[in-house]
Nanobody, 125 residues
């Protein structure tokens, strides 16, 4: 199993960014997949997760209404659209999955077994 995240960068407050996660070794029709982030000095947290078998999503309270998770099964890619970004969103963002988790909530609140390398998102003026 492999996951490769990309799309991070520097963006001004109020701006938008879309992250992509290309997966291989499994298909996006069964396990949950999700995005996590870790800010300096803070623990890693689940940002948004998707149950790929029933399209149920989970979002952390801090990002509800601003972030949207989606997938393109044909491209084996999971996206995280981020809008109205603030400096508090600055972190390294990771995508992750766990073949033992089909629930988006369980993945986001648990400890996924498989992680991709992170991509840095910096929100600053």
């Amino acid at each position: 199993l492999q996951l490769q995240a990309s799309g991070g960068g520097l963006v001004q407050p109020g701006g938008s960014l879309t992250l992509s996660c290309v997966v291989s070794g499994f298909t996006l029709n069964r396990p949950a997949v999700g995005w996590f982030r870790q800010a300096p000095g803070k623990e890693r947290e689940g940002v948004s997760c998707l149950s790929t078998w029933n399209d149920i999503t989970h979002y952390a309270d801090a990002v509800k209404g601003r972030f949207t998770i989606s997938r393109d099964t044909a491209k084996n890619t999971v996206y995280l659209q981020m809008t109205d970004l603030s400096p508090e969103d600055t972190a390294i963002y990771y995508c992750a999955t766990d073949l033992g988790h089909s629930s988006s909530y369980a993945l986001c609140t648990g400890r996924p077994s498989t992680w991709g390398a992170g991509t840095q998102v910096t929100v600053s003026s």
